[in-house]
């Protein structure tokens, strides 16, 4: 995932590192691309797996019979 901010980068994505990281854009000079590190693709995949766990027990749950 990238991110392109013209202006402010580094104060905006200064609490992210390391899980980010701010590269020159390729063709345009005033702005910066904010892009996921390892370590940031990293949380992403374990996000999205929490997400997941949590998606199937609340399905598991509704088809249960329990309240939500």
Known sequence: STVTFAGGTGKS???LEP???SVAHPTDG???LVQLTE???D???TVHRI???VERTLDRSSHHG???
């Open 43 to 45: 949380a992403q995949a």
């Open 39 to 41: 370590r940031g693709r």
């Open 13 to 15: 994505a200064a609490g």
């Open 51 to 53: 997400f997941a766990d």
């Open 19 to 21: 899980a980010v990281e």
């Open 66 to 68: 329990v309240r939500q």
């Open 30 to 32: 005033r702005a910066r």
